[in-house]
């Protein structure tokens, strides 16, 4: 299993640009999570699904800012437009969850977003 | 609310010397506590968690709920263990909140 797979790695985008970031899960993991890291802030949860479904979305900073995930195997998170202080490194994870608690977390490697 | 908080965030060490990454917690539950962590040009990984009550790489984290912290330490640092530590908490919701991070840099 080649882990969970984000796109893309890199992207540059001028203010006011829509800007699409998406995520693959490991198979079989029922549970996803968009996370935004910054020096200041670290690691702030932005929303998680289980099974698809939006748990807990209070952490997206604002309306310009959502997530979907139309099915198991992928999701999207989308700023529009976009500004430059949400320039960041955004994490996907996915993990299995079971009445015996949340599982370990396994993270994507990043895309790092810059807003000029 | 929940909140994590980690004081530090840079800490450097000798080699051989004793490390202790601070990690405090606010949360009413039953707390359940992980570290994770991000070595250079890899993943942000899963390091221990503290129902597991285990060492990994010679790492220990005990749960004190008096002090609410759960203190990541090491009695002897390697230079492999220059990272980006994070201490995270279970919101009761299969959801994580981590703290800001603390970037351990071993001395040679």
């Known amino acids: 299993d080649a882990g969970v797979i984000q796109s893309p790695r890199h992207e540059v985008t001028e203010m006011g640009q829509e800007v699409t970031l998406r995520c693959k899960p490991i198979?079989?993991?029922?549970?996803l999570f968009w996370y935004r890291q910054t020096m200041m802030r670290g690691l702030e949860l932005l929303i998680y699904?289980?099974?698809?479904?939006?748990?807990?979305d209070s952490g997206m900073p604002e309306d310009r800012f959502s997530a979907k995930m139309p099915n198991a195997s992928f999701s999207t998170l989308k700023i529009q437009p976009s500004e430059p202080r949400d320039s960041a490194v955004y994490f996907c994870?996915?993990?299995?969850?079971?009445?015996?608690?949340?599982?370990?977390?396994?993270f994507g490697e990043g895309s790092r977003l810059t807003v000029l | 609310a929940q909140r994590v908080t980690q004081p530090e965030k840079l800490l450097s060490v000798f080699k051989g010397a004793p490390v202790e990454l601070k990690c405090n917690y606010s949360?009413?539950?039953?707390?359940?506590l992980f570290w994770y962590v991000q070595y250079s040009r890899q993943r942000l990984q899963l390091l221990l968690r503290?129902?597991s009550r285990e060492s990994i790489k010679g790492f220990t984290a005990d749960l004190n709920k008096g002090e609410t912290s759960f203190h990541l330490k090491k009695p002897f640092a390697q230079e492999e263990d220059s990272a980006m530590y994070y201490c995270a908490l279970n919101g009761g919701a299969n959801n994580l909140f981590f703290g800001t991070g603390t970037r351990l840099t071993v001395i040679p």
């Open positions: 503290h129902i």
């Open positions: 198979s079989g993991h029922n549970s």
């Open positions: 949360y009413s539950g039953s707390p359940e």
């Open positions: 994870a996915s993990s299995l969850f079971t009445p015996a608690g949340p599982g370990e977390l396994f």
């Open positions: 699904f289980n099974n698809n479904v939006p748990i807990d």
